[in-house]
């Protein structure tokens, strides 16, 4: 009997032992949660802090929005551009240091291009050269990846309303 019992916790030491967390990869979240990221003005700028352990990674900001365009012909007159489609922009930092208890702050910012095609920033053609002048930020989505960036170990999305006079956005998750 004795022998029996001991053949069965070492087969369920064995098995503990082969599922350890080691094998489920690292657990990343966010310092304070989701919600904690702060967000600002300029393009869009994402600012926080991840508890990684021991894992570099790379932080991806994605965000589109509805610009405010200025078409500008060839004799350097200014017009408003008409609906122009939404601008997406990327932002990427590198995750290598930590503070105490794991915790990796980041400040990523992702910036739109400042010209388009005339035709693609609501201009009259091509002929005119579309500055964006201000971005209305609409989505965001912060993934975290591993450094070769094949792995997603952290992905979230956000709503975003930005607004004007006081410039200013905040993103929620969602």
């Not at 200025?70 to 601008?87: E, F, I, K, L, R």
């Not at 050269?129 to 930020?137: E, K, N, P, R």
């Not at 609409?138 to 170990?153: M, S």
């Amino acid at each position: 009997m004795k022998k029996r019992i001991f053949f069965l916790l070492s087969i369920l030491l064995v098995v503990t032992l082969s599922s350890s967390p080691v094998s489920a990869g690292p657990s990343i979240k966010f310092s304070g949660g989701a919600n904690s990221v702060e967000w600002s003005l300029g393009s869009l700028d994402a600012k926080g802090a991840l508890i990684l352990g021991n894992t570099n990674v790379k932080v991806v900001l994605e965000a589109s929005g509805k610009p405010d365009v200025t078409c500008t012909n060839q004799g350097s007159n200014p017009a408003s551009g008409q609906n122009p489609p939404d601008v997406s922009a990327t932002g990427a930092q590198v995750l290598q240091e930590r503070t105490k208890n794991g915790k990796s702050p980041f400040d990523v910012e992702a910036r739109p291009p400042e010209t388009l095609p005339g035709s693609q920033g609501g201009c009259a053609n091509d002929n005119w050269t579309a500055h964006i002048d201000f971005v209305s930020w609409e989505a965001a989505k912060i993934t975290v990846t591993n450094l070769a960036g094949d792995t997603i170990l952290l992905e979230q999305s956000y709503t975003c309303i930005t607004t004007r006079n006081p410039d200013a956005v905040s993103c929620t998750a969602k």
